[in-house]
Antibody, heavy 123, light 108 residues
Framework: QVQLVESGGGVVQPGRSLRLSCSAS????????MHWVRQAPGKGLEWVAV????????YYTDSVEGRFTISRDNSKNTLSLQMNSLRAEDTAVYFC????????????????WGQGTLVTVSS | DIQMTQSPSSLSASVGDRVTITCRAS??????LNWYQQKPGKAPEVLIY???RLQSGVPSRFSGSGSGTDFTLTINSLQPEDFATYFC??????????FGQGTKVEIK
């Protein structure tokens, strides 16, 4: 079955860096765009970044543009998020999510999610 | 960026009730609207995609409707396992694909 497992979270000081990973299994990883979505404690979901299935295109939410880099290794079925210049407001549970597209290619949604990894930015 | 506004932010309901949650987009998103359910400490799970299409395995008491800027998630005959937080998400055009702020459904 489809499985997404995040790792790499922890406590980090403001201004430092952290790298998250998401290990995928049970599906053709290279056929799906992949996303990072985060959730601050007690708050809602915030979309963070996406990378196309072939890695050719990436988008970021404004608040992380220039600080975070999404990447993937299709040979290792791994998604990554390099987070630099971390701020207190980046504290959140980070989920990786698989995007699925309908057969006609019209609709898209996130049909599988990892369990999340907690990032705490604090001095 | 497209803003998504859900209402209410929370509601109390009883088992067997019909519950309606609304989601409004700041601009037209056609039918590019998905609904997710999240239980405490868990990852979100998709319920409905493309406004009204039920994800495989989701009970038929969940339904979605709307188009353009206004959308609705309806839960018919609320069950104990439905007490959770619900999020809408738009996936129109290019990212960011924003979420609503969530609606928490609590037991009355």
């Amino acid at each position: 079955q489809v499985q997404l497992v995040e790792s790499g979270g922890g406590v980090v000081q403001p201004g430092r860096s952290l790298r998250l990973s998401c290990s995928a299994s049970g599906f053709a990883f290279s056929n799906h765009a992949m996303h990072w979505v985060r959730q601050a404690p007690g708050k809602g979901l915030e979309w963070v970044a996406v990378i196309w299935d072939d890695g050719s295109t990436k988008y970021y939410t404004d608040s992380v543009e220039g600080r975070f880099t999404i990447s993937r290794d299709n040979s290792k079925n791994t998604l990554s998020l390099q987070m630099n210049s971390l701020r207190a407001e980046d504290t959140a549970v980070y989920f990786c999510a698989r995007e699925t597209i309908s057969e006609a290619g019209t609709w898209n949604w996130f049909d599988s999610w990892g369990q999340g990894t907690l990032v705490t930015v604090s001095s | 960026d497209i803003q998504m506004t859900q209402s209410p932010s929370s509601l109390s309901a009883s088992v067997g009730d019909r519950v309606t949650i609304t989601c409004r987009a700041s601009q037209r998103i056609y039918s590019y609207l998905n609904w997710y359910q999240q239980k405490p400490g868990k990852a979100p799970e998709v319920l409905i995609y493309a406004t009204s299409r039920l994800q495989s395995g989701v009970p038929s008491r969940f339904s979605g409707s709307g188009s353009g800027t206004d959308f609705t998630l309806t839960i018919n005959s609320l069950q104990p396992e439905d007490f959770a937080t619900y999020f809408c998400q738009q996936t129109y055009s290019t990212p960011p694909w924003t979420f609503g702020q969530g609606t928490k459904v609590e037991i009355k």
